[in-house]
């Protein structure tokens, strides 16, 4: 991106159009070219054309603005000649001239780019100030405390933002100054105390630059918005749109709009509004203004802000009235106005505006920004009102957002004492003791403690202790490392990578910015956020309320993806049929494996060398194995269970220390010279390119054989007890169609002899999960035998980039950083590469069985944006961890409406 302003209109420069003017009653653009003049441009337009008070002003294109980067940062050379001609057209609409000592037309220049960048610039108010024109504007005015406050105001806005000086020095001086006439509030000072600070400001200004306040109002002019376009490289600005995938082509619009003056006494007022309770969603005005003040004292803090409506002040038991006893007239045409530009965005409104001597002007509006819980409750009440269609409710809600809605989370109000930060890897907030070791996490637990499992990161072998903590931190690893990946899907809170954090497990202790926690003192984390906090803070329990169900209903019913779960235990498969899974799209069967009192029979397999040993500990596993399907498959009665055979990656499952070996070794009644001799044999140097997926069943089929017999059996035992189960038996790491035959057959012939066993019909399907480039080129070859397909696209990433998703989190951020990379690949689809490799699977895969079934199980399955390219490539379904399965119920209809739009 950082080369990305090639749509630069250059050989059109000469005939482009860079300024659109409006105020009046009419405007050159309106809101739906916001692509061109801003959010807040466009938005001024639109206001501008329904008639609405706003200042007159004009906006300089964001053209203009990529116009200057990709011009040694010029501006283009007709945009002086069409800056003065809309000039003109604000002096003659405003009555007052730009510039002029006697009748001074002063303006604010604001940045304002397609999509609101909060912190990207602040505004300069009042520019066209100077020693002559302050004299014109008092008298104009009358008010000679006013025009001076207003000058101040210019030069403190103005040395900041565009000449670069700090805040604190002109604080200070406004500090000493109020000392000095021993008064606490601005407003208390007057025309001659703000004469006397303007003065000193203008030394301090000289003082710190060695050159005056820039005295001519064009050159003001033309700094301001050499600053705003300067304001779109700042470091603030990068890193929101880098938060928020936005492009750095884009550029920002400036806009330049005649002042309006909420400082001209106790007629005037500045102020802030929603339409509706950006919070809680509630159906009433909210927001709050400011009597005698400008732009954003409001926000600032300076005084404290008073309520708009009657009954809002009531509530909050506050004296100060509100806007609506203050000044009841302009409330009454203000709440009409404000109602109106509801109707016409027919969404909520964020709105600014001023009072100007008992006079109304509007000066932004924008579609708000709101909680998940507000969003649910608008789309809803917004439908029940007649102003959205169903489908535009589910448009409304960012499918991401519901992630609040699905964890306890932190109170917002409540106190952070923080001791880390690091990646928010798994959404919710958790208390509890610390725990270093996972047994120690699940000895903890099961005397009802809650525990937060703090690891320098997390292996398979810790997976009973994550499960049995309510929250996980980790030292090292990235947002798909082990930790984060199991957290998510098993819906427990997660911040990784908190590298600021040091483990001494042997003293039980881990240390951060200079303070010790021991093993069972209380910590938070906020896994939303990242955050480590000391102690117990308050939370929000989750809430499936009203609204929320009513919203997935209308989803549903426009929602062509099927959604399914990634769920193995009982408890994640209830979460998540009780979240609205369709089916289970991947049930890992490895992690049934570690069970506390399985694990020794799964190393006695593995460490056997010869079938007979292998088929000894197997014979033990099946039991266990057959009890875990057994109940998937009622609690998923009617619904789709795609099993995955065991797929270890090896060494996972290695007894590591010489202690662990002697227990196997005793327990088993095995040689141990013979199993550290194995465990050697066995050890890999790269491990995930090693003895991985059906690798294992190849070489050795009797496992598979026994995972195939406890699936049928169980099966069987459910449809003689109920409902015949669906059953999808699935290879992972499959490459060639050789391979793929082969578990076919091992697949059905023993399904078919365990069915003749128990006299039971059945019908199964036998598929692969496509993890390699080489699966997803010869999907055409691997349908042959294959029914269907799973995109497991953690692996398939992994494979494709050759990056090893463990070991990612230590460089991605300098290609995230460097622009190389626009977004996580493990995070969300690579369309281009990875994405490719999919489109080009299911291409083949249906040339050669047309009704081949499709779906992915990567943690893509859960992400709004590769949803969106799952439908766009006409998968079947998306399995996600369960707590993500509203979140892509959301997604899959969203798609489903944009593809139709289309
Ligand atoms: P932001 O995008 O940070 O909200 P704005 O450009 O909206 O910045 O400006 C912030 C505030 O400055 C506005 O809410 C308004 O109170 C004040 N302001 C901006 N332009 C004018 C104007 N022409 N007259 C009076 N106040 C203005
Ligand atoms: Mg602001
Ligand atoms: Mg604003």
Request: hydrophobic share 40%; net charge negative.
């Amino acid at each position: 991106m950082a080369d990305g302003f090639n749509d630069t209109p250059k050989g059109a420069a000469a005939t482009t159009r860079w300024v659109y003017s409006f105020g009046g009653g009419s405007a050159d653009g309106d809101a739906k070219m916001k692509n061109l003049l801003g959010g807040k441009g466009a938005n001024l337009a639109e206001m501008s054309a329904l008639g609405l008070p706003v200042p007159p002003g004009l906006t300089i294109t964001t053209e203009a603005c990529v116009h200057y980067y990709s011009n040694a940062q010029s501006y283009p050379p007709d945009l002086e000649g069409q800056v003065d001609a809309g000039l003109a057209k604000v002096e003659a609409l405003a009555g007052k001239k730009f510039g002029d000592a006697a009748n001074p037309l002063l303006v604010s220049v604001r940045s304002g780019a397609r999509a609101s960048m909060p912190g990207m610039m602040d505004t300069v108010l009042n520019l066209g100030l100077n020693d002559q024109t302050v004299e014109g504007l008092a008298k104009l005015s009358g008010d000679r405390r006013f025009a001076f406050d207003s000058y101040r105001r210019f030069i403190q806005m103005y040395s900041n933002v565009v000449l670069g000086l700090e805040h604190s020095l002109f604080e200070e001086i406004l500090d000493d100054a109020k000392d000095r006439l021993d008064v606490s509030v601005d407003t208390a000072l007057t025309a001659a105390d703000w004469e006397k600070v303007v003065a000193e400001y203008k030394v301090a200004v000289k003082r710190e630059l060695g050159s005056d306040f820039p005295q001519d109002p064009r050159d003001q002019l033309w700094g301001a918005v050499g600053a705003v376009f300067a304001s779109w490289m700042n470091d603030r600005a990068k890193f929101y749109r880098r938060m928020h995938d936005i492009p750095e082509s884009w550029g920002t619009a400036v806009n330049v709009q005649s002042m309006v003056f909420g400082n001209m006494g106790d007629t005037s007022a500045t102020g802030v509004a929603f339409t509706r309770n950006p919070s809680t969603g509630e159906n009433r005005l909210y927001g709050e203004f400011l009597i005698n003040a400008q732009g954003e004292d409001v926000v600032a803090g300076i005084r404290t802000p008073q309520a708009l409506t009657k009954a809002t002040r009531e509530e909050m038991g506050e004296k100060a009235p509100s806007m609506e006893e203050a000044m009841p007239e302009v409330f009454l045409q203000f709440k009409d106005v404000v109602e109106r530009l509801e109707r016409h965005y027919r969404d909520m409104q964020d709105i600014e505006f001023t009072v100007e001597r008992g006079h109304l002007y509007m000066l932004q509006t924008r579609n708000g920004k709101r909680t998940a819980k507000a969003a649910l409750k608008m789309a809803v009440d917004q439908v029940a009102e007649s102003l959205i269609t169903r489908d535009e409710a589910v448009m409304r809600v960012e499918a991401a957002s519901l992630d609040q809605l699905l964890h306890p989370t932190i109170d917002p109000g409540a106190v952070r004492d923080l001791i880390a930060v690091g990646l928010p890897a798994s959404p919710g907030a958790a208390t509890g003791k610390i725990a270093f070791q996972a047994d120690e996490a699940e000895r903890l637990a099961e005397l009802g403690e809650a525990v937060i499992l703090v690891r320098e990161e997390t292996s398979p072998e810790d997976i009973h202790g994550m499960h049995a903590a309510r929250g996980v931190v980790t030292c090292r690893g990235g947002m798909t490392s082990h930790a984060a990946v199991v957290a998510r899907g098993m819906g427990r809170a997660c911040v990784s990578g908190a590298g600021e954090i040091q483990i001494d497990e042997k003293a039980g202790e881990l240390r951060a910015r200079g303070r010790v926690f021991k093993t069972g003192d209380i910590i938070t984390i906020d896994g939303g956020k990242g955050e480590v906090l000391a102690g117990a803070v308050e939370m929000i329990e989750p809430e499936l309320s009203g609204d929320f169900a009513q919203l997935m209903v209308w989803a549903d019913e426009v929602r062509r993806l099927k959604v399914r779960a990634n769920a193995e235990t009982p408890l994640d498969a209830r979460t998540a049929r009780g979240f609205g899974a369709e089916g289970i799209g991947l049930c890992r069967t490895e992690h049934m494996f570690f069970e506390e009192d399985r694990i020794s029979a799964v190393r006695e397999m593995i460490l056997a060398d010869d079938e007979k040993g292998r088929r000894t500990a197997l014979a033990k596993i099946l039991p266990y194995q057959r009890s875990d399907f057994t109940e998937l498959f009622e609690i998923m009665a009617g619904l789709p269970v795609t099993i995955r055979l065991l797929d270890p990656p090896l060494h996972e499952f290695l007894p590591h220390t010489d202690a662990e070996i002697e227990e196997l070794a005793t327990s088993a009644g095995l040689d141990l010279e013979k199993l550290k001799r194995r465990r050697s044999e066995l050890s890999e140097t790269n491990p995930m390119l090693g003895w991985r997926g059906c690798r294992l069943g190849v070489a050795f089929p009797e496992i598979y054989e026994m995972q195939v017999r406890a699936i049928f059996e169980a099966a069987c035992a459910v449809k003689k007890k109920s409902e015949a189960p669906i059953v999808e038996v699935m290879h992972p790491l499959v490459a060639k169609k050789e391979e793929m035959a082969f578990l076919r057959k091992l697949t059905d012939n023993t399904a078919k002899a365990v069915l003749k066993e128990q006299g039971v019909e059945l019908d199964y399907k036998v598929g692969a999960m496509i993890e390699l480039p080489r699966a997803a080129i010869r999907a055409d070859q691997l349908a042959e035998t294959a029914e269907f397909f799973s995109f497991g696209t953690n692996d398939l990433t992994q494979t494709t980039f050759g990056i090893s998703r463990d070991d990612s989190g230590k460089f991605l951020d300098a290609y995230l950083k460097k622009n190389i990379i626009e977004k996580d690949p493990f995070v969300s689809i690579d369309q281009e590469g990875v994405g490719e490799l999919i489109k080009l699977g299911v291409e083949r895969a249906r040339s050669t069985r047309p009704d081949v079934k499709l779906g992915i199980c990567g943690e893509h399955g859960g992400d709004p944006a590769s949803i969106g390219f799952c439908e766009a490539v006409g998968l079947d379904y998306v399995s996600c961890s369960p707590y993500r399965v509203p979140i892509a119920r959301l997604a899959a209809a969203q798609a489903a409406l944009e593809a139709k739009a289309k």
